[in-house]
Structures are given as C-alpha cells and as structure tokens.
C-alpha cells in the first residue's frame, strides 16, 4: 500500500506536471516527508520521498519515486567535503537508500531533504525562470513578492545550494519559497496542499507581474519582412528546407527532427530583437541541455528563395560548428568529458518556423517545446527589465558535467533502427502493416502511407502514436499526392531514411480476359507509383546527406511466368528492374536499394482479400480458404509464408548486417525453383 504522503506527493506532482505554465516535459521535481514502519526494527522510520532522476511529474507513479532514510540523509551534511567536491554528495544518496530506494535519487535531493518542510516543490515555469533570469531579478522579486518569496543567487544544481535553500528557509519562517537566479523556483509547505498552493501563487504571481507591466514589444519593433508566411506556404517551405536542415542536424550522428510553427516562435522571428537574444542562448538547465546553449537562426527573411536559403543555411552551419568548438575550446579542462557533437539541436527560420532534433522524436519535440519556454522567458525578462541568463562557463559546467555524462552513459542502447525515419506505401494491412510494425519495433520512426487516410491513422496509432508513427493519405498512381505524402513526412520527422514500396493491387485475369483499363491500373499503381514514391523519397535523402535504403516489395511473379497474370507480373517485372536500375544510380548516394520477392503471402493480405484471393484459388481448383496452405504445398519448405516473414526481409536488408549490399533480391517464398534468381 502506497504511503499516505507519497500518494499525496504523486496526486500533487501529477496535476503540477499536467499543466505546462507549471513546468516542462520531466523538468522540476517534488518531494514529500512521512513516516513508515522499518521492516527490520519494527519501529517508525522518517523517509523522504522525492521524484527520481529522469522522471516526468505529469506522468510520475510510485516507481518513479526515489525513497531515502532522511536521518541517513541530512547526516551527509557532516561528511559534506565542500563545494569543490560537493558532485561526490550524489553517490553517496545510495547509502541513503530505504530498501531498494526505488529510482535513482537526482542532483536536487539535497534541496529537498535539507530543507524543513514537509513537502517540496522545485518548478521550472517560464514566469518564474523570467523573474530568475531578468538583469535585475533580485529587484523584482522583493517588488512582486516582499518578503513571500526569497532571491536566490545563481547557484549550480547540488548539495550546496540545498544547503543554501535550507538557510534561506530557516532564517525567513515567514517566506514561502525562492526565486532560483537564472533557474527557476522553489516552493514549500507542510501539507502537500500548502506546497501546491504555494508553488501556484508564485507562477501565477509572477504572470500576472508580467503581463500587468510588460513593455508593448518586448522583442523589438517589427522587422519589415520577417512576418510569418500563410499557412500553407509556411509549411511548403518548412518542407523544402527540412532535408538540408536535418542534414545540418546531423552531420555528427543521426537525429529525428520535430517541426514547430506556433505563434510564439513567428513572432519571436518577426521582431528585431531577435538574433540578440538567440544569440545570449537559454538559461535554465533543463532548457540548454535540451537546446544546445544556442539555435542556429537563418538570417535571411522568408521573401528569399528556397535556393538561396539553403546555401545560406550550410554556410552558418559551419560558422555554428566553429562557434560551438570555440565554446567547447574556452571552457573544456582536462577532465572534462569529450565534445558530444558541434551540430545544432534547434534551428530557427524567420517566417516558417523552429525545426528542432534529438535522438528520437520525443526528444525531438520536447527540445522544441523547451525553446518555446526559453522564447516565452526571453519575453517576460525582456518586457520587465532584460534577459540576463547565467554566463557560458556556467552553461559548459552543466552541459559537461561529469554527473550528466554518467547519465548518458546509462542510457540503454539505441534500437538497429533508431533515428531511421520510414515511408512505407500500402501499410494499413497485410505486408505493409506488418512491415511497418517491424520497423517500428526496431526503433525506427514510421510513416504509414495508405490510399486509406483513416486506415493509415488506425495503422499509426497502434504503433504508439505520434512519436512513433503518423498515418498520411496517398494515391501512389498521382505525383502530386506522392509530394504532399512526402511532405508531411518530413514536416513529421525532419526528412526520409527508408522507403518501403510495399503498395500494389492485382487482377487475375487472363491475356485476352485483361482490359487497356485493367493494364494502366496495374502499371500505374506499382510500376509508376513505385517510380514517383522513389523519385520523391530519393531528392530527401540525396538532400540530407545521410544515405538510405529503398525496399521495394516485388514477387516471385517477376520472375515466374503464371497463367492468368499478365499485367500484375509485367508490373512485378517493372518493380523488379527498378530496384536494379535504382542502385546503379543512387549508389554515389549512399543510397541502397533493395527488393523482396514474396509469393503466397495470404494472411491480412488486401490483394487477397479484394478479389485475387478467390481468383487464384479458381485457378489452382482449390477452396480460397485453403489457398495459403495450397501455396504451401507446393513450395520447397512446405511452410507458409506470412507478412511477418516479408517484414523479417525488409529489416535484414536496411539492418546494420547488410551495410554493403545493394542491388539484391531476396525471395521469401519458402522455395519455389521456378522463381530462383539466376
């Protein structure tokens, strides 16, 4: 049974978290103090439960909660060697530990244990982290909140500043919390209602400051030009320039990018504040380690042409590369970690929007909204006073921090497929769903593609939603369907690694049975449709810079010539030599392409379904409920073939075994000689 105080801690923690004025995406934490029965002694033990290192207050359950022995843990305070080596206090939380002590304890526990109060909350809200960042916040603070609310000067995360908060706390009994210099908030009480109580008058207090006092234009007057594009303009020229700005992202290592055009940011780029700003970089920890300590920011205005902004944007991002190693060069010593990458994690484009990136589109987004917060901070500092984050030698201290590259190292392993983005046509049922499902499971970000949109969205949703898949209409047979498919890929996941043509359809019919009409049909949905969505793909990856691989999903029947199949082999056929001419020429790409020759495949299968299913089973003189086995029978394995198995083939192919493989046709057929590659 959950502890009365922890369960008040959760229930508090949740509906802090569930509002973003309140704090980020696993940013801030909370805590709580109670009492529980030692199972070893039998007698009341005093415990401090606090949120775990990494945890997210919206979404925090019990497990997510770190639990220590306070009598234990305020005792660090006599070993504590100094601030020199106060990074030393953070393994010393686990002989602090009850029991398991459930989560790993974060760098803030000593703020929470040290403190007098029952219940802590440490927040990261935009009006706070304003007041905690303006020039002359220390003013402000005693100006909103007299003697309420305490200054706090900028202090890096750790034992010492709980040290700090704790004497803060006990020479002001009449304050409810601090203003963190450059940082955030703290708040406290001795119920977790007067804790939540607290934390919410000071976020709303300092709000209201601000927009009671704020100057009219706090970033500056407009910039005549740099207005937001309409809407779908925006977002065609988001598109044309996702490719090159996610290759910019990821000249170091790969990264899935998220794209953002929300008021806050068209009006942040609108106005003529706005390089200085980007140019002070983020403040509050969560935020830079999270954003890079600055965005690289497009310095033209959106009245210039694709073209031209492309070739600009690869220009500042070697000047962006240089700065960052300069940063690195200034403040690295010799235990400092090794440089993690000079690349930007945001990047901003006056009149279109923010494009951010991180190692998975989570992270991707979340950085996004995190430099939202920094602009909606910006705003409140610059509206009242000026922004005035905490210097670079700080930021390099927090960034390269020895107890933030130990967390790094702890992460799990990536996924085969992490920060693969797939397109996958026909992938609302059969080979195409079990496929992207694959892909999926192995890490990748997935684009379901399907003539079906509310098909395509079910597909999506299943695989875990947004993050993890979209589901966009396409008519494969129509270029222009196929560009805005494409487009709202990488408008999705900043760009296109791994492209399935996996869509098809298939009439039974004999030489003189087969219509001009039946012909075209077949042709265009997967001989031409597997052309346009390789063409369009291929300009994304050739843009990016980052290689890729392209599966097409062919048959046995464009090798085997069957009765009653003309215009279906003849496409397979197409398909087939595709995958041959398409290597050849995309190879200086580092492109791969490959293709995948099933037969039989019944099962979910919507050729089957529709009609081919009944025609074939005609054909072999067989019930259609016996086909999968039928075709069975007569392969050499004797085993059926399934969509997994297809699926199975297209990881192998643009897995991390077969690195060096292009131009090849894997049967999975479970053995039919009349279809060996010769």
């Keep these: 049974m959950t502890n009365p105080a922890a369960a008040a801690l959760i229930a508090r923690s949740n509906r802090l978290g569930a509002d973003p004025k309140n704090t980020n995406y696993a940013g801030g934490n909370t805590s709580a103090k109670g009492t529980e029965t030692d199972p070893v002694t039998g007698e009341p033990v005093d415990l401090l439960w606090v949120k775990g290192s990494g945890g997210d207050l919206g979404t925090l359950t019990e497990g997510g909660l770190a639990v220590l022995r306070l009598d234990r843990m305020r005792s660090l305070v006599d070993v504590y060697p100094g601030i020199d080596r106060e990074d030393e206090m953070v393994a010393a939380f686990d002989y602090c530990l009850h029991g398991k002590g459930g989560a790993a304890p974060s760098i803030d526990t000593a703020m929470h244990g040290l403190v007098d109060a029952a219940h802590v909350d440490h927040l990261h809200p935009d009006s706070g982290i304003a007041i905690a960042t303006a020039a002359d916040g220390e003013a402000l603070t005693k100006e909103i909140f007299g003697d309420k609310v305490v200054w706090v000067p900028w202090r890096r995360p750790g034992f010492q500043l709980g040290l700090d908060i704790a004497e803060i706390k006990a020479q002001n009994p009449q304050a409810i919390g601090c203003i963190l210099g450059g940082h955030g908030i703290t708040a406290w009480g001795e119920t977790s209602e007067e804790a939540e109580a607290h934390s919410l008058m000071i976020i709303d207090t300092a709000a209201s400051y601000i927009e009671e006092n704020s100057k009219a234009e706090p970033f500056g007057p407009a910039l005549e030009g740099y207005g937001a594009l309409p809407a779908d303009e925006r977002r065609a020229r988001a598109a044309a320039l996702a490719p090159t700005i996610r290759g910019i992202a990821s000249a170091d290592r790969p990264m899935v990018g998220h794209f953002t055009d929300t008021d806050e940011v068209l009006d942040f780029l609108a106005h003529a504040e706005h390089p200085r700003l980007a140019a002070l970089g983020t403040s509050c920890p969560d935020h830079f380690l999270r954003t890079k300590v600055k965005p690289l920011v497009l310095d033209l205005p959106p009245s210039a042409s694709v073209e031209d902004s492309i070739a600009r944007l690869q220009e500042l991002a070697v000047a962006y590369r240089e700065d960052y190693q300069g940063y690195y060069d200034r403040n690295a010593t010799p235990d400092s970690p090794a440089i993690r990458g000079k690349d ?89 769903r079990a496929t992207a499902a694959k892909l999926a499971a192995e890490g990748a970000c997935v684009v ?204 192998v192919l643009c897995g991390p075994d077969l690195t060096h493989t292009t131009g090849l046709h894997v049967p999975v057929d479970a053995g039919v000689a009349a279809a060996f590659l010769r």
């Design 344 to 432: 930007p994690l945001v990047v901003l484009v006056p009149g279109v929007g923010m494009f951010s990136f991180g190692k998975d589109k989570q992270t991707a987004r979340v950085a996004g909204e995190f430099y939202v917060n920094a602009i909606n901070v910006m705003r409140g500092a610059e509206g009242l006073s000026s922004y005035a984050p905490i210097d670079e030698a700080e930021k390099f201290r927090i960034e390269y921090w020895a107890l933030e590259e130990a967390k790094l190292q702890r992460m799990p392993k990536p996924k085969p497929l992490a920060t693969r983005v797939a397109f996958v046509t026909g992938a609302a049922s059969g080979i195409g």
């Design 448 to 651: 379901i593609a399907d003539l079906s949109l509310e098909k395509a969205r079910e597909a999506a949703s299943e695989l875990g939603g947004a993050d993890v898949a979209v589901g966009v209409q396409v008519d494969v047979s129509d270029a222009a369907a196929v560009q805005a498919a494409v487009d709202a890929a990488v408008l999705a996941f900043g760009g296109i690694d791994l492209v399935v043509n996996n869509a098809g359809l298939s009439l039974s019919r004999s030489l003189l049975e087969t219509t001009e009409k039946d012909w075209d049909l077949q042709h265009d949905v997967m001989a031409k449709g597997s052309f346009l969505v390789a063409q369009a793909t291929a300009k994304v990856m050739i843009a990016q810079e980052m290689g890729g691989d392209i599966v097409y999903i062919s048959s046995k029947n464009s090798i085997f010539a069957g009765p009653n199949n003309v215009a279906y082999g003849a496409a397979k056929a197409d398909q087939a030599h595709q995958v041959r001419l398409l290597a050849a020429e995309l190879g200086e790409h580092g492109i791969k392409v490959n293709g995948v020759n099933p037969d039989g495949v019944v099962q979910g299968s919507g050729i089957f379904a529709s009609g081919w299913g009944a025609n074939r089973a005609a054909v072999y003189g067989v019930e259609e409920k016996d086909l999968g086995k039928f075709y069975a029978q007569r392969t050499i394995l004797k085993r059926e073939v399934l969509p997994d198995h297809i699926a199975n083939a297209v990881f």
